[in-house]
């Protein structure tokens, strides 16, 4: 699951084994872990980071899929990230997005449509 907030920023939580979330690693959110910090007993909240779309880009409108996730951005471009093995991410290639953290932000691609 992802929301828009407020001030346009992403969140998303829930399963996470494509880089749907686009944390930038697999590792799923939104459930309790275990640890001595506040950010490991709830990882919702402030403790759930925000995604990073690239430098000085907003988000206007996000879409979830079963295991992706897209983005409309201020400039009216699109950059989707997650499970991408039947091109579904629209790259032209099959390879995941999101699931490192090298893949996301400025180095994230856009979408031409």
């Given amino acids: 699951s992802c ?8 969140k998303c939580w829930g399963k996470n084994s494509s880089g749907q979330l686009g944390l930038g690693h697999i590792e799923d959110r939104g459930r309790d872990q275990t640890g001595d910090s506040p950010c490991l007993e709830n990882l919702m909240g402030d403790c759930l980071q ?3 779309v690239g430098t000085g880009r907003t988000t206007r409108g996000i879409i979830t899929g079963d295991n992706q996730t897209c983005a409309i951005l201020d400039n009216a471009s699109i950059k989707c990230w997650g499970s991408n093995n039947a091109g579904q991410l629209g790259l032209g ?7 490192n953290s090298s893949e996301m932000g400025d180095n994230l691609p856009v979408i031409s449509l």
């Avoid at 929301?3 to 992403?10: C, E, G, P, T």
């Avoid at 290639?93 to 699931?99: A, Q």
């Fill in 93 to 99: 290639n099959t390879n995941n997005l999101g699931d």
């Fill in 3 to 10: 929301a828009m907030l407020d001030n346009s920023s992403i």
């Fill in 50 to 52: 925000s995604i990073e």
